[in-house]
């Protein structure tokens, strides 16, 4: 009987006109209105952030063959550094000779610095392989932005050669980039010389490719045609060596500086650092940060504002994709008038530039 009655109620829904849909032109009843569909919005990803390198330079500069490098690159890390730098002494007599070198007292051997690479790329740094020419009996006003090889050809040939030797130590450490030279002045221009060299050192070392120019040359670089990334060594003077140290004058020195940078670099692709920025704990750096000369008074302020004054100029600046603080070797210390920032008030200052970058 249920059954019976279920079939009849479905014959006679099957039977009944079926409801007619309204007409275009006829209105709904009120709430009842379709809406035409909500065209997507198109989402925009957030921009991606700022890869730069956050970098500290350690020279490898220590005389004893059993130094330990650990602690300094646990500071390093400790500083909030995401890049390091591997200085490398190379040294030759003075500028106008070819016997350049690994020195057997004052540079690492290929040795040593594949253990430091290794070991900076264990603490999570990443590493990149950077020579300095030193020159042991240097002549008046010579250092390496004046050489002047009497062989030009046998001091690239013995320059390649060394490079080369870095470019496999670079390799098979996992280094992400290796420099070609820094603050090269009166050679970085021969291109006839340099594009075989870097053409042999690509062929070894698959990272980056940087050179690094003086602060007072970066504009006349032909090599940074031939390189992935452009470095500029940062000594640039802050003020005139009578004028003021305050504040107000390093950020207008530095914000003159970014100008000229910032106008070299327009039409500009490649990547661009400042291989080197560093300012020793010594009364009168900002007006001469080049200046390597002995002697000079303690002044640990004039350092750490010198780094709080290029942090409040650059670190928002979107043209700059790293920095790498010079030099975290040596001993440092209240007392002292060498470049490190260990155990001055600039370490903090330091610290607080990389956290902004």
Do not use: C
Request: glycine fraction near 8%; charged fraction near 20%.
């Amino acid at each position: 009987m249920i059954r019976a009655a279920a079939l009849l109620g479905l014959a006679l829904l099957a039977s009944a006109p079926p409801t007619p849909a309204p007409s275009p032109g006829h209105p709904r009843a009120p709430g009842t209105t379709e809406l035409p569909p909500t065209p997507a919005v198109p989402t925009t990803p957030p921009p991606a952030p700022i890869d730069r390198q956050r970098g500290v330079a350690l020279g490898l500069f220590a005389e004893d063959v059993s130094f330990s490098y650990r602690p300094l690159l646990a500071e390093i890390v400790a500083l909030g550094a995401t890049h390091i730098s591997l200085v490398v002494p190379l040294y030759q007599t003075d500028a106008t000779t070819h016997d350049i070198g690994l020195h057997t007292r004052y540079s690492p051997t290929l040795a040593a610095l594949a253990e430091v690479a290794r070991a900076a790329k264990r603490d999570g740094l990443q590493v990149t392989i950077f020579p300095i020419i030193r020159l042991s009996s240097p002549g008046p006003g010579q250092w390496r932005g004046t050489l002047a090889p009497r062989d030009r050809d046998a001091w690239f040939k013995r320059y390649g050669d060394l490079l080369g030797e870095l470019g496999a130590i670079a390799s098979v450490t996992g280094a992400a980039r290796l420099a070609v030279g820094s603050e090269l002045s009166t050679l970085e221009d021969d291109l006839d010389h340099w594009r075989p060299i870097i053409d042999r050192v690509r062929a070894i070392f698959p990272g980056k490719i940087v050179y690094a120019a003086n602060w007072d040359h970066y504009k006349s670089t032909a090599l940074f045609d031939l390189v992935d990334e452009e470095g500029i060594s940062g000594y640039f003077n802050l003020r005139a060596a009578t004028a003021s140290a305050d504040d107000a004058t390093l950020d207008a020195g530095w914000r003159r500086a970014r100008a000229d940078i910032e106008a070299w670099r327009a039409g500009r692709t490649h990547p661009f650092v400042f291989t080197e920025l560093g300012y020793r704990s010594r009364k009168g750096v900002t007006a001469a940060p080049w200046d390597e000369g002995p002697g000079g008074t303690p002044d640990l302020d004039e350092q750490r504002r010198a780094f709080a004054s290029f942090r409040r100029v650059w670190a928002t600046s979107s043209i700059l994709d790293g920095v790498y603080v010079w030099n975290w070797y040596g001993y440092g210390g209240l007392n002292t008038t060498s470049y490190t920032p260990r155990g001055k008030p600039a370490e903090a200052e330091v610290r607080s530039l990389l956290g902004a970058l």
